[in-house]
């Protein structure tokens, strides 16, 4: 009988959350938390063995803790407030449009100045240009490679050795 009504129950929950608002189903979670949580003790009961539900009481609280309040609303702005927080926010997009076209000239003034140097190199040693040109074949990327940053490598590079 006792699993007939779980199953009833389980329908009707499922009915009135097609039905009913958000609202209303948060009321309804807190209200069934504990029958269902007492369904699944009950059952692993039945089986003869501790269960992951029943040996730590601090479910409960934790249910208790989460569930014993509806959720706060947030305060309905005002055109004003509206207003103030959509110019924050297209000036946030302003600053960080900048910061990535200042990023981007940057790249573009350090690719310029290696597409110089390799020009450079080509002029002065053509043996040295093709040697800079040859890609590694064993390379792997992440693990090899190192990712172009805009921080400085941990190991820095001895050029005198």
Request: proline share 4%.
């Amino acid at each position: 009988m006792n699993n007939a009504f779980c199953q009833l129950n389980w329908i009707l929950i499922k009915w009135i959350k097609t039905v009913l608002s958000t609202r209303t189903q948060a009321a309804l979670h807190r209200a069934t938390a504990t029958t269902r949580g007492a369904a699944k003790r009950e059952k692993a009961a039945s089986r003869g063995g501790p269960s992951h539900l029943t040996s730590d009481p601090r479910y409960e609280s934790i249910k208790q803790i989460m569930f014993q309040e509806e959720p706060r609303q947030l305060p309905k702005l005002t055109s004003e407030d509206l207003e103030r927080h959509q110019t924050i926010l297209r000036a946030w997009e302003v600053v960080r449009m900048e910061e990535r076209r200042k990023r981007r000239g940057e790249r573009e003034i350090k690719f310029k100045a290696m597409e110089r140097a390799y020009e450079a190199l080509e002029d002065v040693d053509q043996r040295l240009f093709r040697a800079a040109c040859v890609r590694e074949a064993n390379v792997v990327f992440p693990r090899q490679m190192r990712v172009p940053t805009e921080t400085p490598a941990k190991k820095i590079w001895n050029y005198l050795e």
